[in-house]
């Protein structure tokens, strides 16, 4: 039986691949600082600590793992992302975790290791057009994120290269492109547009109004959590190191996207705009390279998860409260 080890696995990603892993039929240990919040957790073996610690990744990763999976990171969405009070923190817990995790992986000669960067590693300088932004992996350099999260990202990316290329462990580095579906985040201060957007439609009664933070006409491209599994998992089990992007070129306005989830909710509700962090102005994923690498892409229609992820935040709306707030709710 092959074994893997998913680092974040009390997180959403983190516990979809375990999920996944589990029914590959893998022996899997997962570690987070906290358990899953929304689902049990389907590991063998389930650690809870902190992966800054030295010691415990130490005692994490006690064996020769056939595969590690490391997705802990300290992240959120754009209100946690771009506000900046954050910057020290998510710069200096992720890179301690990977720090940490990639050089004890090293030690147990974990012949090969999967890590989940991300899409806010690109130049910001080529996504001020929200109809034409440029997300080729090539495009990385001269480096220019948007936010720290995004420079920690591209710290971590050529630590794990430096890795592979002086220490002899595969690795495998993919550029996730916002990730939704249930059981995520979906409230707090660390949700993410489709998640924030589904628990504001949720929330509010016809009739009502829901805020946006900016103008609306930023575009992105959201992937099915589903597709970004099998994405890492063929991506793990390929020749190819990356990096590569995991995203779905499917681009839409935050209008847009707010509008197919109202479609799903069958709700009207006037779309508010406010100010509120909002990072590039267009993002979308280049998925020529993936194709070429693996053969493979993401091709189910954004509307699928949105239909999927918006009735699993809407029982989680109801189970919280009786009836939905009416008329307007004024949301994070
Ligand atoms: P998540 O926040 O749900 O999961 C991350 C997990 O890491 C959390 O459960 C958290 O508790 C854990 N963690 C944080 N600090 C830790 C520590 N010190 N020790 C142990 N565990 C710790 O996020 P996610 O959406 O599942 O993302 C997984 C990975 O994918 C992250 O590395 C993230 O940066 C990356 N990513 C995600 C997206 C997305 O859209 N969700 C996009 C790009 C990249």
């Known amino acids: 039986m092959r074994s893997a080890l998913v680092c974040g696995a009390g997180g959403f990603i983190g516990g979809h691949l375990v999920r996944r892993l589990k029914a590959d039929g893998y022996w899997v240990r997962g570690v987070d600082l906290k358990s ?10 389930f650690l809870l600590g902190d992966l800054r610690d030295p010691y415990f990744c130490r005692h994490t990763v006690d064996r020769r793992f056939d595969e590690v999976y490391q997705l802990a990171a300290d992240m959120g969405g754009a209100g946690f ?23 004890v992986c090293c030690k147990r000669f974990v012949p090969r290791i999967f890590y989940s960067s991300s899409a806010c590693i690109y130049p910001a300088y080529n996504q001020t057009d929200p109809n034409a932004p440029n997300c080729e992996e090539d ?13 920690e990202k591209l710290f971590s990316e050529r630590l794990y290269l430096a890795y592979a290329r002086c220490r002899g462990i595969e690795v495998r580095i993919a550029r996730y492109h916002n990730i939704f579906g249930p059981e995520g985040t979906w409230t707090g201060g660390r949700e993410k ?3 924030a957007l589904c628990r504001k439609i949720a929330e509010t009664a016809n009739g009502g109004s829901i805020e946006i933070w900016g103008d609306g006409c930023q575009t992105r491209s959201f992937l099915y959590v589903s597709e970004c599994i099998e994405g890492t998992l063929r991506l793990m089990r390929s020749r190819f190191v990356g990096p ?13 996207l707010a509008d197919m989830i109202l479609a799903v909710a069958g709700k009207q509700l006037r779309k508010q705009h406010v100010p509120g962090p909002q990072g590039v102005r267009g993002r979308n994923s280049d998925n020529r390279l993936i194709e070429r690498a693996l053969g493979w892409r993401p091709s189910q229609p954004l509307s699928v998860g949105l239909g999927e992820t918006y009735r699993w935040i809407e029982r989680q709306v109801f189970a919280g409260k009786a009836a939905p707030r009416a008329p307007a709710v004024r949301a994070a």
């Open 36 to 45: 899953h919040e929304f689902a049990p957790c389907e590991a063998d073996d």
């Open 193 to 195: 547009a489709p998640a």
């Open 244 to 256: 590569v992007n995991i995203g779905s070129d499917e681009m839409v306005s935050i209008d847009a």
């Open 139 to 151: 495009s990385a350099y001269p480096a220019a994120p948007d936010s720290e999260y995004g420079w």
């Open 81 to 103: 992302i771009f506000v900046g009070e954050n910057d020290a923190d998510i710069m200096h817990n992720s890179g301690t975790i990977n720090l940490n995790i990639l050089d």
